[in-house]
């Protein structure tokens, strides 16, 4: 069973690069989400969708941006890469919201680095 | 708004040992609780969840209590096993907004010693 998976797996960026952090799942989730998880802070959360063509604002938006054309695919994109960027990316998703029996499913990560 | 605060760790222990990781919370509605376990190498995982007061959620052997009057969701285990070893973190959603989002503390990594 795939569930949610992320590529790449590992990444260096150079200073004002660009890259897409690409995230899939095959569970015919509405739910996707994309997490930052720095040391010692816990996962901070970027941005998220409840469905294909809908897109909200997390907590630290700055710097990124998605799209959710399809129900599958929740990419992440990051314009001009900067050192504060430098972390491991997480991509969830749930069937809906989590105030039943609903579970988020996390994909193995992505740790990018940028120097 | 809304947050969680876990203990801080690193945690190590002997096997067989109890082990508690303390967890309380701030939000603006009446959330769900969650506990998620991070393997080496792997995404997170659901472990348990509670989703009203009293409730106890309950999952390989980890037991949580949702304590409304303490506004906690402490994770206790009786006897952990070297398997145990993980990063543990706490969340919530919060109705008030629409439960669509998971905030987390910062994890607990603990460490299980033979």
């Known amino acids: 069973n795939a569930g949610v998976t992320q590529t790449p797996k590992f990444r260096i960026l150079k200073i004002g690069q660009s890259m897409t952090l690409q995230c899939a799942q095959d569970m015919n989730h509405n739910y996707m989400y994309w997490y930052r998880q720095d040391p010692g802070m816990g996962l901070k959360l970027i941005y998220y969708s409840v469905g294909a063509g809908i897109t909200d604002k997390g907590e630290v938006p700055n710097g990124y941006n998605v799209s959710r054309s399809t129900t599958e695919d929740f990419p992440l994109r990051l314009e001009l890469a900067a050192p504060s960027q430098t972390s491991v990316y997480f991509c969830?998703?749930?069937?809906?919201?989590?105030?039943?029996?609903?579970?988020?499913?996390f994909g193995q990560g992505t740790r990018l680095t940028v120097v | 708004g809304d947050s969680v605060t876990q203990m801080e760790g690193p945690v190590t222990l002997s096997e067989e040992a109890f082990l508690t990781i303390n967890c309380t919370y701030t939000a603006t509605g009446y959330p769900s609780l969650f506990w998620y376990v991070q393997y080496p190498g792997e995404g997170l995982q659901l472990l348990l969840k509670?989703?009203?007061?009293?409730d106890k959620g309950s999952n390989k052997g980890f037991e949580a209590t949702y304590r409304k009057e303490t506004t906690s969701f402490h994770l206790e285990k009786g006897s952990v096993q070297v398997s145990d070893s993980a990063v543990y973190f706490c969340a919530l959603s919060d109705p008030n907004f629409g439960n669509e989002k998971l905030t987390f503390g910062t994890g607990t990594r603990l460490t299980i010693i033979p």
């Open positions: 509670a989703t009203k007061a009293d």
């Open positions: 969830a998703s749930s069937y809906g919201g989590f105030e039943g029996r609903t579970e988020a499913f």
